[in-house]
């Protein structure tokens, strides 16, 4: 799920689906603010989850039913949740080598990954030049 738009409230059919979406699928990914509208589903609910690192404060006294963590992105369950929009990048990755590690598909991931050099980077933001 991506992010809504800014002041968006998902409509009750809408929550419905997120809930049935969930409850059926093997992997529920969000990516950046995709988490709210699952979030308002009632989805996240006992989970660890990533969101924006500037809206933790926040989410941990709004939603404390949520496990909130300072990192590029989570897997808990079947639910992965990125700290921002360019961590889904790193989140999806993650996901990719996490689901089809074991299988045929792993050697075209990974010749995809070295064709764009895309980067490895650190879950807990380590290599972040600057910490908020």
Partial sequence: MGAPTAGYHPTPGELDFIRKSFNECTAFLNICGGFMPALAAGVLEGKTCAAPRLMLEDLRKQAPG???????????GKVWTSGALLNGLDMMRAFALHTWANTGAYGLFEGLLQIGH???RDVDYKDAPSQL
Wanted: avoid cysteine.
């Fill in 66 to 76: 949520t496990k909130w963590v300072e990192k590029r992105f989570v897997q808990d």
């Fill in 118 to 120: 895309f980067p490895l």
